[in-house]
C-alpha cells in the first residue's frame, strides 16, 4: 500500500484547448472526479496495514464536494494513523472575477464545510484556503480552536467584516508557519506561537499603526513583510515593530511608491531585533529612489551575510501616486563615518541600471564591506505585460 496520497482537483483539470466546458462546469466535474477518487482510495485501504504518512487533499470550493470528502477523510482518521493531513481549497475564480456576493457565498460554503467534518479539521497539519469572506469576526479563531495539529495555517484574499473593529488574536501550539497574504483582518496579534518558525504577513492596508502585533514567538527565524503604503500611511520602525523577535531571515517588499520603512540610527532596540539576522531580501523598491537609506540595515545586523535587493520599473504591478513619484523615497544619513561590515560575503541586485544612484550605491557596499566575496548584478528582468521589455544581461564581480 502507498504510504503517500496526494489528490488534486488540478490534476483532473483537462487543457483549455481540449475542451468546450464552461469554467462552471469544468470545476464542478472536476470536484466530482476529486470526490470518486477520494473515496475509491480511501475504500480500499486495510486499516491493519500501512501509516498513511500523507494525505493530500486539493479541491475546489464548490456544492457538496467538500462535505464528501471531509466525510471520506475523517472515516479514514478514524480507523488509520496519518501522519500528515493537508486541505488545499480553491476558488473557482480569479479573485478579480469574484462580486461581494460571492465572497461572502465561498465563506458560506466553507463554514458549512467546517461545521460538518470537524473530526477531519481536528487532524489537519496543513490547512491553505484562498479568497473567501467570513461572516463572523471569531470564525479565524474558530478554526485555530478546532485544527489542533495545525503545523501550517496560510490565508490568500480572505476578509472578515468590519476589519477596523476587531482583533484576531491566534494562539497555537504546534503551528510553525503561517501565512497570511493580501487579507483584510483587522488587527491580527499573535499572541502565542511557541512552535512559530516562519511568517508571511503581505500586502497589508493600514493607515495608522501596522495591523500585527507579535507576541510571543521565540523560535521565529524567517519573516517576510510587504505593505501597501500610500503618502497618508506612517512609516514604520522595525525596532518597535519587531520588538522582542530576533529573526535570521528578513523580506521586506514595497507594493507602493513609497518606501514605509524607516531607517533607524543603531540603538539596543534595533540591535537586538537585527543581531541574528544572515539573509535581508529587499524587494521592489522603486527605481529612481535613493538607496543610501538601505544601508542601515547593514550597520545593524553585525552578522549579515546575503544582502538582496530588487529595483522595480514595473507599472502592470507597482501602485503609483504622483504626490510619492515626486518624493524620491526617504532621506538617510549614516552617522557613522567609515563604517565597516566583516561578515557580508554575497550581494545581489535585481534591476540594476548603470546610473549614478545605483553605481554609487554598489560602491557604498563594496567599500563597508570589506569581506565581500560576490557580487552579482542583474538587470531588469522581463515582464510580457508591460509596455517595454528589456534583455536581460549579467555583470558579475568578484
Not at 460538518?116 to 469576526?137: K, M, Q, V
Not at 512609516?235 to 518597535?240: D, F, I, N, Y
Amino acid at each position: 500500500m502507498l504510504s503517500r496520497l496526494t489528490i488534486s482537483a488540478q490534476d483532473f483539470l483537462p487543457s483549455k484547448a481540449k475542451t468546450s466546458l464552461s469554467k462552471h462546469e469544468l470545476v464542478r466535474r472536476t470536484d466530482e472526479a476529486v470526490v470518486e477518487a477520494t473515496r475509491s482510495i480511501l475504500a480500499r485501504r486495510d486499516p491493519g496495514g500501512c501509516i498513511i504518512s500523507l494525505l493530500r487533499m486539493t479541491f475546489y470550493l464548490r456544492d457538496d464536494a467538500p462535505i464528501s470528502i471531509g466525510d471520506d477523510v475523517s472515516n479514514t482518521m478514524a480507523t488509520h494513523k496519518i501522519e500528515q493531513a493537508e486541505f488545499t481549497v480553491l476558488a473557482d475564480k480569479k479573485c478579480v472575477e469574484y462580486t461581494t456576493d460571492d465572497l461572502e457565498n465561498n465563506g458560506a460554503r466553507f463554514v458549512s464545510f467546517f461545521n460538518e467534518s470537524p473530526n477531519a479539521f481536528a487532524g489537519l497539519t496543513r490547512l491553505y484556503l484562498e479568497i473567501l469572506i467570513f461572516a463572523t469576526s471569531d470564525f479565524v479563531s474558530n478554526i485555530t480552536v478546532t485544527c489542533k495539529q495545525l503545523k501550517y495555517l496560510g490565508f490568500f484574499h480572505c476578509y472578515t467584516y468590519t476589519e477596523g473593529l476587531i482583533m484576531l488574536e491566534v494562539e497555537h501550539t504546534q503551528l510553525s508557519e503561517l501565512c497570511i497574504i493580501n487579507c483584510r483582518f483587522g488587527m491580527v496579534k499573535l499572541t502565542r506561537l511557541p512552535k512559530l518558525t516562519r511568517l508571511a504577513f503581505e500586502h497589508w492596508l493600514s493607515y495608522e499603526e501596522p495591523p500585527l502585533s507579535i507576541g510571543y514567538v521565540p523560535l521565529l527565524k524567517a519573516l517576510s513583510l510587504s505593505n501597501v503604503a500610500s503618502s497618508s500611511h506612517k512609516m514604520v520602525e522595525l525596532s518597535k515593530f519587531l520588538y522582542e523577535t530576533s529573526v535570521r531571515d528578513l523580506r521586506l517588499g514595497f507594493k507602493f511608491e513609497k518606501i514605509w520603512v524607516q531607517p533607524e540610527c543603531l540603538n539596543k532596540r534595533l540591535a537586538f531585533v537585527f543581531c541574528q539576522l544572515k539573509i535581508v531580501n529587499l524587494v521592489n523598491i522603486p527605481e529612481g529612489y535613493d538607496l543610501t537609506w538601505t544601508m542601515f540595515v547593514l550597520e545593524a545586523a553585525p552578522i549579515l551575510e546575503e544582502l538582496y535587493m530588487m529595483v522595480m520599473d514595473h507599472p502592470c504591478e507597482m501602485q503609483t501616486s504622483q504626490e510619492i513619484s515626486e518624493n524620491k523615497g526617504v532621506e538617510w544619513e549614516s552617522p557613522t563615518s567609515n563604517f565597516k561590515h566583516h561578515c557580508l560575503t554575497k550581494f545581489i541586485m535585481f534591476g540594476f541600471q548603470v546610473n549614478d544612484y545605483m553605481v554609487d550605491h554598489v560602491k557604498r557596499v563594496m567599500k563597508a564591506a570589506v569581506n565581500l566575496q560576490d557580487v552579482y548584478l542583474h538587470d531588469r528582468l522581463i515582464c510580457d505585460k508591460c509596455p517595454w521589455k528589456l534583455d536581460i544581461f549579467t555583470h558579475m564581480a568578484t
